[in-house]
């Protein structure tokens, strides 16, 4: 499985949806990790901990998404090879 981690754009947005101690998890598990450079600049995380942690990094957005436009509809029925977009946010 990919996990992409795009830099978020919004306007004063400071945080990052993965932190590199989490990569490093995901990395024992056996998945891809792909960031967008810079995703985790705001947030304190330099490029160079997310590499250090196993991840691969990208200086292209469509890189971390596979190069698909998302429908809704997509999520409803997962197919191997999927690529699939989503937040989680601690409440």
Do not use: W
């Not at 960031?35 to 901990?49: L, N, R, V």
């Amino acid at each position: 499985m990919l996990i992409g981690v795009p830099k978020e754009t919004f306007p004063g947005e400071r945080r990052v949806a993965l932190v590199p101690t989490t990569v490093a998890h995901l990395k024992k598990a056996k998945l891809e990790v792909v960031i967008e450079a810079g995703a985790g600049t705001a947030a304190g995380f330099p490029d160079s901990a997310y590499r250090h942690a196993g991840a691969a990094l990208s200086d292209s957005r469509d890189t971390v998404f596979g190069g698909r436009n998302f429908k809704t509809s997509e999520f409803a029925n997962p197919h191997r090879g999927d690529c699939h977009r989503a937040t989680a946010q601690r409440r």
